[in-house]
Structures are given as C-alpha cells and as structure tokens.
C-alpha cells in the first residue's frame, strides 16, 4: 500500500525534477499537497481501497505523510 500511494503522490503532485519524496517527507506541511489536492488524494484512496473516510479523519496532519495515509487507510479497512 505505501507503494501505491508513494507512486500516486509523485505522478499527480510532485513537478518533473522535484525533491524526492519517501514514505516520512511532510506532504502538506511541506507544500506538496495542498487541501484540493488533498481532496483528489482521499478521492484515489476511498476508490482504490474501497472504503469511505469519514471528513473528520481526513485531516492535514492524517495526510501529511504516506506513512500516516496508510495508518488511516488501515483504520477502515475491513
């Protein structure tokens, strides 16, 4: 899961030539993703994984990290 979600940040987010992003680069605190974009983001995840998450979760510092998108992904997977 941190793959796919690593791939999708650095296709639809990060400029041609851009810094490297890892699982720990800060993505909204960094200026990668901002809230629209955050918006798209949590779009790809619900219909990626099949899950719905709730728009109290969906919080910039739940979002800030790939690591952390998987945490909260996880919380409602089945």
Not at 8 to 17: A, H, N, P, Q, S
Not at 54 to 76: G, Q, R
């Amino acid at each position: 899961m941190k793959d796919v979600v690593l791939k999708y940040v650095i296709e639809e987010y990060v400029e041609e030539g851009g810094d490297e992003v890892s699982y720990d680069t800060p993505l909204i605190s960094g200026g990668i993703v901002d809230s629209f974009s955050m918006v798209s983001l949590k779009r790809f995840l619900e219909n990626k994984y099949k899950i719905s998450i709730p728009d109290d979760k969906a919080t910039p510092e739940a979002f800030d990290t790939v690591n952390k998108i998987c945490v909260l992904v996880n919380e409602f997977l089945k």
